[in-house]
């Protein structure tokens, strides 16, 4: 980061092919839209390119900072696109089916994948960070701005609401 | 070690913060939800559950960004410009080597100020004009007196 601090755009190249596909998938997950996703994670390095003296690094990791800036335009981007339906753009991406159980498979898929994308943004991305992106609970409620423990209850709330959505007991 | 005993509630709360996952649990309640889950049976059932719902999340499919990697390393990127201060700062307070002569001179800075100032506009009367000021004194004082009185 202090290469790209000094306008190294090797640095900066590097940056972007170690980070562009996790937070790729996380805007993925927030927005559900391929097009969106490539804008938001577009605008993320370049905000990490025009931002980059602000990076602390004692303060937190790098991916906990990117994913920070990835979050904060995907929260900017739902709350400016409300009235649009998010769930019609979802694709799930399931093969063809060649057995009832890959059929089953595949149809739970879809209704889960349908579930995640209607919870509420914070709950959503809770889920992401701490199940799919594999951050902490304390990295996830940095990322989020938020304290652990308000982090914790959309967590506990996002995955009761999932656990409903399988027909499974709460 | 924690030793007091899980309910099902309180373990239902840990799966809803930990996941499935027991490595993710927190070791001072790990242990006691490792005991109810050996003796309690709708333990064990959430425990599945969960676990059968965190590795359906695991199995969501994420879509290929064919071309995205090399549009953002290709993007124009604006000149970064830094502020003067910001590049005072830096010049003052490196973060590659730490050159400690910097901000020591700069902390002394304040220092040699003062004692410059200080020096022009109190102590640097000479001698000299303190003495000649003491004697222009005292001869007004003596011809104050009154020389009479002493004949």
């Not at chain 1, 994670?41 to 906990?64: I, V």
């Not at chain 2, 201060?85 to 800075?109: G, K, M, N, Y």
């Amino acid at each position: 980061m202090q290469a790209v601090c000094a306008g190294s755009q090797g640095a900066y190249a590097a940056l972007v092919t170690r980070y562009s596909k996790s937070i790729s998938h996380y805007a993925y997950r927030m927005l559900g839209s391929n097009r969106d996703t490539e804008d938001i994670t577009q605008e993320t390095f370049l905000r990490m390119w025009t931002q980059a003296d602000r990076y602390q690094p004692g303060k937190a990791k790098l991916s906990t900072w990117l994913h920070r800036i990835a979050h904060n335009l995907c929260v900017d981007f739902l709350r400016k696109h409300a009235n649009m339906e998010t769930g019609d753009q979802v694709e799930v991406h399931a093969e063809a089916a060649d057995s009832l159980a890959s059929l089953e498979n595949s149809e739970m898929l879809d209704r889960l994948n349908k579930a995640l994308m209607s919870l509420p943004e914070n709950q959503r991305s809770a889920i992401t960070l701490c199940h799919l992106q594999n951050f902490s609970n304390q990295e996830a409620a940095d990322i989020m701005n938020m304290s652990v423990k308000a982090l914790e209850s959309a967590l506990s709330r996002a995955r009761r609401t999932l656990r409903q959505s399988q027909g499974l007991r709460d | 070690m924690n030793d007091k005993a899980m309910n099902l509630n309180e373990f239902t709360e840990l799966l809803d913060l930990y996941g499935s996952a027991t490595e993710a649990w927190p070791p001072q309640r790990r242990e006691a939800a490792t005991r109810l889950l050996k003796v309690d049976q709708q333990a064990r059932l959430l425990l599945q559950q969960q676990s059968q719902l965190d590795e359906t999340l695991a199995q969501l499919p994420l879509p290929e960004f064919p071309g995205l990697e090399h549009r953002i390393i290709q993007q124009a990127l604006p000149q970064r410009r830094r502020s003067p201060l910001d590049s005072f700062i830096e010049w003052l307070i490196p973060h590659r080597t730490p050159q400690l002569w910097r901000p020591v001179l700069a902390s002394c800075l304040p220092l040699v100020f003062g004692i410059l100032l200080g020096n022009y506009f109190s102590f640097g009367v000479s001698e000299q004009q303190l003495a000649e000021d003491y004697w222009s004194d005292e001869l007004y004082i003596l011809a104050l007196n009154d020389y009479n009185e002493g004949l």
